[in-house]
C-alpha cells in the first residue's frame, strides 16, 4: 500500500507537526509527501530529505500559495485515487482540507486519530478528548486526519524520495550501486535487504539498469535478482567463481571484472570470466580501490582497465581489440551510452 500525506508547510520548509503525520503514515505503508504550494522547492527538498518518505510529489503554482481548501482539495482528491489512505496533521489546514477531501471522495473522514491499529482500524478521541474510541473504516481510501501529540516526529534525515529524484534524472543513467555486503556490515542485514529491495523496486519503476554489488551474500543476492525478473543490470566487480554465476547470468545480468581478476590466486575468477558470454561481459576498474596486479600497491585509475582486459583476452583465447570493442557495444547498449 502507498499512503499519501498532504504537507502542512510555509512554502520554504516542513511545518513540524508534517513529521509527526509521516511517522503515523508510516505504519500504513510506503510514504508519499504532496506538497502544493508556489515556489516551494524548499519545502519539497525537506520532505524528499524525511526519513521513510519513498517520494514527494510537489504541485508549485500561484492557486496553492495559500493552502486554500477550495484549491488544495481537488489537488488532493485527484491524486487520492491511487492511494490506500490520505493522511494530514490536524492542524489548522488539515482541518480545513480533508473533511472536502472526504465528502469529494465520498468517504467518511477519520479525525485526529492516535494511534494505528491496522490498515483500516484506528483509535481516535471522542466528546471533547474525555474518552476514546477504536473505529473501522471499510472505505477504499481512508482519510486521515493525525493528532501530532501521539507520533513521534520523523527523522529530517534519511529520506529514500532524495535519491529517486536524482536516479529520475534524465542524465543519471542507472540505480546504484546497491546490494548487500556480509564481509564488512557496516549496515545491519535487514538494512540492507531493505535498501536493496526498495532500490531494485526503483530500478524496474523507472526502467533503469541496476548496479549490484555482491560481497559474500550471493546466495541472498541470487534469490533477490529471481523474484525482480526483467530488470536488467550488472554484476558489479563479479568476484566469484563459476559455481555461483549462473544465477545471474539467468537474471538477463550482465557480469563485470575487475583488478581482482588478475590476481595470481584467483584461478576461480579467471575461469568464471572465460564462461561469461560475450554479449554479457564488462570490465571495470572499481578506481581507486583493487588495482590489478601489474599496479599492485597504486591508486586505480581508469587507464589500468587494459589489464583487466589483457588478463580476460587471455583466458578466453581472444583479441584484446575485439574484446574491448564488444566490451565498449555491451556498456552502451546497457546504460543506453551513444
Known amino acids: 500500500m502507498s499512503v499519501l500525506v498532504l504537507a502542512d508547510h510555509d512554502n520554504a520548509s516542513l511545518k513540524p507537526a508534517t513529521l509527526n503525520a509521516i511517522t503515523a503514515a508510516a505504519k500504513l505503508g510506503e510514504v508519499h509527501v504532496l506538497v502544493a504550494g508556489q515556489d516551494c522547492d524548499g519545502a519539497a527538498k525537506a520532505a524528499a530529505a524525511v526519513a521513510g518518505v519513498a517520494k514527494v510529489l510537489k504541485a508549485d503554482a500561484a492557486p496553492y500559495r495559500n493552502p486554500l481548501a477550495e484549491n488544495v482539495a481537488p489537488l488532493v482528491a485527484k491524486l487520492a485515487a491511487g492511494y ?11 482541518k480545513n482540507i480533508m473533511p472536502r477531501v472526504a465528502a469529494t471522495l465520498d468517504v467518511q473522514q477519520i479525525s485526529a486519530i492516535l494511534t494505528v491499529e491496522s490498515a483500516d482500524t484506528f483509535v481516535r478521541p471522542i466528546y471533547a478528548g474525555n474518552a476514546l ?83 559474500d551474500a ?38 563485470s571484472f575487475s583488478g581482482v581478476v588478475t590476481y595470481p590466486r584467483n584461478d576461480e575468477n579467471r575461469a568464471a ?48 581489440g575485439e574484446l574491448a570493442r564488444a566490451t565498449s557495444r555491451n556498456a552502451a547498449a546497457l546504460f543506453g551510452l551513444p
Request: proline letters at 6%.
Open 273 to 320: 570470466a572465460a564462461l561469461v558470454p560475450e554479449e554479457r561481459l564488462l570490465v571495470e576498474t572499481d578506481s581507486p580501490f583493487l588495482a590489478p596486479q601489474a599496479a599492485r600497491g597504486r591508486r586505480n585509475e581508469p587507464a589500468f582497465v587494459r589489464h583487466v582486459l589483457d588478463t580476460l583476452a587471455r583466458v578466453r583465447g581472444a583479441d584484446v
Open 133 to 215: 474510541a477504536t473505529v473501522q473504516s471499510k472505505d477504499a481510501i481512508k482519510v486521515i486526519t493525525v493528532r501530532g501529540t501521539a507520533f513521534a516526529p520523523a527523522a529530517t534525515t534519511g529520506g529514500s524520495a532524495a535519491i529517486e529524484a536524482l536516479c529520475r534524472r534524465p542524465e543519471c543513467v542507472g540505480v546504484g550501486e546497491t546490494g548487500l555486503d556480509y564481509f564488512k556490515e557496516h549496515a545491519p542485514r535487514a538494512a540492507q535487504l531493505e535498501s536493496f529491495y526498495w532500490q531494485l523496486d526503483l530500478a524496474r519503476r523507472l526502467d533503469k539498469p541496476v548496479v549490484v554489488h555482491c560481497r
Open 218 to 255: 550471493w546466495q541472498d543476492t541470487a534469490r533477490i535478482l529471481a523474484e525482480f525478473q526483467g530488470v536488467r543490470g550488472v554484476m558489479h566487480c563479479y568476484t566469484y567463481g563459476p559455481a555461483e554465476l549462473e544465477p545471474f547470468l539467468a537474471a538477463g545480468f550482465c557480469i
Open 84 to 94: 490506500s489512505h490520505v493522511l494530514s496533521a490536524a492542524t489548522t489546514v488539515g
